[in-house]
């Protein structure tokens, strides 16, 4: 059985009241951010996770007409994602498109090796696919979050939402991009979510995750025990199983260490020799 991450609770009306406070003055924070850019040719950037749902709905409370960019990874993005994503975008009024690209992530993956230190998957599959609908123009709505990752704490500051394309981001699709949720925890995602009853994509249920990426090199521990033990992903780890043995008789390292040992531990569960 999954465990289940533990989420922060509030034991006292008081601890509760104080928290609806916080998340009411982070929901007029970011709709002032959203609504300095009226006018203004905009797009969301919707990956079908948690945050560009909130994202999502929040944009829709501030604009009566936007833009919504969704792009899928051929043969890395999970059905039940695009059909979430297909089903979620209906409940809003704005222009929606599907974008993807005609190259297959693990052919690719064979080819270069894991995309680790070059992120060869965000131009492919996000940002060149992206920019042709876009044409790099406009303002582009960004989910992204300061407590992700200790990264992300150090990249951002608290109070800059806004960023420029350069050449070490992944914001080359727009003129600008704007972050309203940075300073939002997942707790407040959370709890967003359940005041306002949006639907969640049903793979966070059953995997953990939204599945727009089922395989990623950065996934956490908790994400790869799912890639390598859930059902619902067997045909993604049996891919995988085959392009990282493609990828070792070719010698190409990459930053496959960590999954070289994972790659033995799903060899033996193979065999039935890890329960």
Not at 98 to 116: I, M, N, Q, R, T
Not at 236 to 245: D, N, S, V
Not at 248 to 265: A, L, M, P, S, Y
Request: some cysteine; proline content about 4%.
């Amino acid at each position: 059985m999954r465990e289940v991450r533990r989420e922060r609770c509030f034991n006292t009306p008081l601890q509760t009241h104080l928290f609806n406070d916080v998340l009411d003055e982070k929901i007029s924070e970011a709709k002032r951010i959203i609504s300095d850019f009226s006018g203004r040719n905009a797009w969301v950037s919707f990956s079908g996770g948690k945050d560009s749902v909130v994202l999502l709905d929040l944009v829709s409370r501030v604009f009566n007409r936007f833009k919504v960019v969704y792009a899928s990874v051929p043969s890395n993005t999970h059905p039940i994602c695009d059909e979430y994503v297909r089903s979620i975008i209906e409940r809003y009024d704005c222009e929606f498109y599907h974008v993807s690209s005609h190259h297959d992530f693990w052919e690719l993956f064979a080819k270069w090796g894991y995309p680790c230190r070059n992120r060869w998957c965000l131009g492919h599959f996000k940002d060149v696919p992206i920019r042709k609908v876009t044409g790099g123009k406009g303002v582009g709505f960004v989910g992204v979050r300061r407590d992700e990752s200790s990264a992300r704490l150090k990249r951002y500051s608290k109070r800059r939402f806004v960023f420029k394309p350069t050449k070490t981001n992944s914001y080359k699709w727009v003129r600008i991009a704007v972050a309203p949720l940075l300073n939002w925890t997942s707790v407040d995602i959370n709890a967003y979510i359940s005041r306002e009853k949006i639907p969640l994509n049903p793979l966070y249920r059953i995997v953990g995750w939204s599945c727009n990426c089922v395989f990623c090199p950065f996934l956490s521990s908790e994400k790869k025990r799912e890639f390598f033990f859930n059902p619902v992903l067997s045909s993604f780890r049996e891919m995988w199983m085959r392009c990282h043995e493609e990828i070792t008789q070719k010698g190409n390292k990459g930053c496959k260490v960590v999954w070289e040992i994972w790659h033995e531990k799903y060899k033996k569960l193979k065999k039935g020799e890890l329960r």
